[in-house]
């Protein structure tokens, strides 16, 4: 009898124990979700809110001169899955895309790799690599421009001196959307540059010492430990590289403001062209979730693929 009165006091004094860590997590719980509800309810006000706005305006032919709307259903996606100057303006953005994405990973990565080394001058040569980050992008684009000038341009500059043809890059519709892509990857290089070395950073040097004790070269290293512990950056690297060249616009904006012959007109430059200069607003929303489908089938893709490749 004395041995179960005992269990029993035994289990009533450990019982309120048992149930403080639980409490103490529930109250741990709800303080993380008071510290989350301010940034979800700015996201629900200025993002998710007018994301549902515009998916319904895209429905619309909402003309914002005399703000006159009227439903069409999906008039407006039909009109531009036909529409030519839509299509170019989506084919200039993959052109871009296509050459930026492998030539500006390559150059961030080996920046990456270069800066790593830790040497006297390696705080100022990081610096000098990120400054094109921070460079305001009217401001870039205005410089450039400069450069590309046809009459007195350091880009023909040097073209004279080797005794070549000079021409106005911005002027020719062959050439001009290599100049945008020239400037895109030096104002984004440095950034990925960043985000490529926080993965060097964190490969166990160990691996590294084994390595060269096992005989392996320094190329052998790169492709059997650099490249596969660097995975999951590269992949955040290419997916944004992706999402940021399709949807560009300000460096054309300032640039070319999509010309010449709309050469350089990037799907999201010709959205604003029909939003807020022909004052389309439906049909530019329709363009615009063109756009995001097209942006979020390509990085679900990738990450797909990044996924299946992991080491």
């Given amino acids: 009898m004395t041995s179960v009165t005992s269990a029993a006091e035994s289990a009533s004094k450990t019982a309120p124990s048992s149930k403080k860590p639980h409490r103490y997590l529930r109250g741990e719980e709800m303080t993380a979700w008071w510290f989350v509800l301010p940034s979800f309810a700015l996201l629900l006000i ?11 305006i895209s429905f619309q032919n909402y003309n914002l001169v005399g703000s006159t709307r009227s439903f069409i259903g999906l008039d407006n996606y039909k009109t531009l ?40 001058l390696t705080g100022l040569f990081r610096t000098l690599y990120f400054i094109p980050v921070v460079i305001s992008t009217a401001v870039a684009a205005t410089v450039f421009k400069l450069i590309y000038n046809k009459e007195f341009g350091i880009l023909n500059n040097v073209l004279k001196t080797f005794h070549l043809p000079t ?25 990925f540059m960043i ?3 926080a993965g060097l950073n964190n490969i166990p040097q160990d691996l590294y010492e084994a390595a060269r004790v096992d005989g392996a070269t320094k190329m052998q290293q790169f492709f059997r430990i650099t490249l596969p512990l660097l995975n999951r ?11 940021d060249a399709i949807k560009l616009s ?11 012959n709309g050469a350089t007109e990037t799907a999201v430059y010709y ?24 942006v979020l089938a390509i990085s679900l893709v990738q990450m797909r693929l990044f996924r299946n490749a992991e080491y």
């Fill in 46 to 56: 200025f993002v998710f809110y007018p994301m549902l706005q515009a998916f319904v």
């Fill in 271 to 294: 959205i604003y062209k029909m939003a807020f200069q022909q004052m389309q607003m439906g049909y530019a929303t329709a363009a615009a979730f063109i756009l995001f489908a097209i």
């Fill in 250 to 260: 300000g460096l054309v904006f300032v640039l070319t403001s999509g010309g010449p």
């Fill in 167 to 191: 021409t106005n890059f911005l002027s020719n519709p062959d050439t001009a959307m290599n100049g945008v892509i020239m400037l895109g990857i030096w104002k984004g290089v440095g950034f």
């Fill in 195 to 197: 985000i490529f070395l």
């Fill in 233 to 243: 950056t590269t992949a955040f690297v290419v997916i944004m590289t992706t999402i």
């Fill in 81 to 120: 899955v036909t529409d030519r100057d839509f299509l170019a303006s989506l084919r200039h953005s993959f052109h871009f895309a296509i050459i930026v994405i492998p030539i500006q990973t390559g150059i961030s990565l080996g920046l990456a790799l270069l800066i790593q080394k830790k040497f006297k």
